[in-house]
């Protein structure tokens, strides 16, 4: 059974960090672009993050670029995202996803990822 598995979720104040970490099973993704996206209440599911297989690649939406850092380790099958300067409107269930569709098409998107991990909550407190 494939899962991805995210840890590293809670309760920070504004201005802290959180490192979510990601853990896969049941099948290599080493070859496939791994991302990160997130729920707040109410809305839609968007991308924050994602990074190619090489890890020579990395993409962000505009709200976390800079504050926000996504990294792959391919030996362990695991990807994390450092979360720095983290704000209230950061707050939102946060999943991991892999795509495993050889191609870029679709990175930024949540149609264009094949596996979901379950998310972790990360709530940021003004």
């Known amino acids: 059974q494939v899962q991805l598995v995210e840890t590293g979720g809670g309760l920070v104040q504004a201005g802290g960090s959180l490192r979510l970490s990601c853990a896969a099973s049941g099948r290599t993704f080493r070859r496939d672009v791994l991302g990160w996206f997130r729920q707040a209440p109410g809305k839609e599911r968007e991308f924050v993050a994602a990074?190619?297989?090489?890890?020579?690649?990395?993409y962000y939406a505009d709200s976390v670029k800079g504050r926000f850092t996504i990294s792959r380790d391919n030996a362990k099958d695991t990807v994390n995202v450092q979360m720095n300067s983290l704000k209230p409107e950061d707050t939102a269930v946060y999943y991991c996803?892999?795509?495993?569709?050889?191609?870029?098409?679709?990175?930024?998107?949540?149609?264009?990822?094949?596996?979901w991990g379950q998310g972790t909550q990360v709530t940021v407190s003004a």
């Open positions: 990074i190619t297989w090489s890890g020579g690649s990395t």
């Open positions: 996803a892999a795509k495993t569709r050889g191609d870029l098409s679709g990175v930024y998107s949540v149609t264009g990822y094949d596996y």
